[in-house]
């Protein structure tokens, strides 16, 4: 081969290399134009929400929950009562805080469990008097500590515990004749579920609503087995309406939007107990992982502003969007909670209180005529401003003459009346509902 030709084939190969580095240098300028375009877009978006007053880091969460300046705060005696609190010394015979099941409703205590819990209120005796104390005050901020998010506080397991004792109260004064003190319990673990409603993390909310689910069950005991003034039923139905008006999903899932964020951008929080770090992340993948945050919760917060059966429907495809998203995308899948199940979560908890509400008005009816009623809307309006709607179907709920009681419920998530029964009734995965039953 000639000079020339070995010239021609050298510059032939200089220009390869020059147009495979053109290609390198233009797909990294792609990259980084990419990386900015999307960092200035996230960056936009979360200065958007922290425009509009919400939080995006834990510090801004702390600032966005705190009480004023000056206000009185229930968290100091709570934990007192937290602390005075003192297990059971006969569990196999103490229900809730034991081993032991309560009887069918209407039915006696046997005399076993009767001193049992006798002796158990005895030993909480200071722990009831500061739950009762702490009611008195409207507001409560627990102190949190970020490193124990997104998993939990430390106070909700001691708050389980208190939610249990009232409970347990309140069934002991209704059968034994003291429906003024089960009407205290029922009204403190009222209050005690509320407590947590500045708390941050869903977690918080489930274990509120968890609470608001006992006293409700237990006011239901309650009922079968005393019988109330017509005071005592007003300031009840106060109560429980008072818990339904402060249960706030909207405003749990804009703290848990934040939670969801700051556990991306540091995933040390996403580090289960005893380790040390967190998800290993390429560079980019916690702005994507953000950006999805935003979304999925922005169509979360939005759905649960609707009225339900509809913001159940908006929940699931909320969800879907999620399941469709790539592997790419395993922040969200990871750190997205089920959504769709909190939200029936939350319609149960607003419906046992429906439940609830309507069921003293029933009694409140019964009290004045000595029977209680046909039809729900002979509560209507004195007693009741109308039937409640059943959050599961959009009907107003069920209602059902028994001798002598009666049956309200609500269908359960499946949307489908199975005329009343509850989940101890049918096998294990067939359909049940919501009821509130009276049998006296």
């Known amino acids: ?72 705060n229930a968290a100091g005696v709570y934990m007192e009562a937290f602390a005075a609190y003192a297990p059971p010394l006969d569990g196999t015979n103490v229900p809730h805080l034991g081993t032991a099941r309560l009887p069918d409703r209407g039915k006696p205590l046997p005399e076993p469990m009767v001193k049992a819990i006798s002796q158990c209120l005895a030993s909480n005796r200071q722990c009831l008097s500061l739950l009762r104390e702490a009611a008195g005050i409207q507001d409560c901020d627990y102190d949190w500590d970020p490193r124990t998010l997104p998993t939990g506080l430390p106070q909700l397991g001691d708050i389980r515990h208190c939610a249990q004792l009232l409970g347990l109260g309140a069934v002991y004064y209704s059968h034994t004749g003291d429906p003024n003190a089960a009407m205290r319990c029922v009204e403190d673990g009222l209050r005690l579920a509320d407590s947590l409603r500045r708390q941050p993390a869903l977690i918080a909310y489930l274990v509120r609503v968890a609470c608001v689910g006992l006293a409700v069950r237990t006011l239901e005991r309650s009922l079968n087995a005393a019988v109330f003034t017509d005071e005592q039923l007003m300031e009840l139905s106060e109560a429980l309406a008072a818990t339904a008006g402060t249960l706030d999903l909207t405003q749990t899932l804009i703290t848990e939007r934040c939670v969801m964020i700051e556990t991306c951008r540091n995933p040390f929080l ?50 879907g969007k999620v399941e469709d998203l790539s592997v790419l995308h395993f922040m969200i899948k990871m750190l997205a909670p089920a959504m769709g199940r909190v939200a029936e979560i939350d319609s149960r908890a607003r419906a046992h209180l429906d439940l609830a509400r309507t069921a003293l008005a029933v009694e409140r009816y019964r009290l004045a005529t000595g029977k209680v009623p046909e039809r729900l809307e002979e509560l209507v309006p004195q007693y009741l401003k109308g039937a409640p709607t059943d959050p599961f179907d959009g009907q107003p709920i069920r209602y059902r003459r028994t001798d002598p009681g009666y049956l309200l419920y609500n269908v359960g998530e499946d949307g489908q009346d199975n005329g009343g029964k509850e989940k101890t009734e049918v096998t294990r995965g067939d359909p049940y509902d919501w009821p509130f039953i009276v049998t006296r």
């Open 1 to 72: 081969m000639s000079d020339n030709g070995k010239g021609r084939s050298k510059r032939l190969t200089l220009k390869g290399w020059h147009v495979t580095v053109a290609v390198i240098v233009a797909l990294a300028g792609l990259i980084a134009l990419y990386i900015v375009i999307t960092r200035a877009r996230l960056d936009r978006r979360l200065e958007a929400l922290r425009a509009a007053g919400y939080p995006t880091t834990l510090a801004e969460l702390a600032e966005y929950n705190r009480l004023p300046a000056g206000t009185a």
């Open 270 to 319: 996403a580090a289960g107990p005893g380790q040390s770090v967190g998800p290993r992340m390429l560079p980019g993948m916690r702005r994507t992982g953000i950006a999805d945050i935003l979304n999925y919760m922005d169509d979360c917060i939005e759905a649960s502003k609707l009225p339900p059966p509809e913001r159940l429907t908006r929940f699931r495809e909320a969800a």
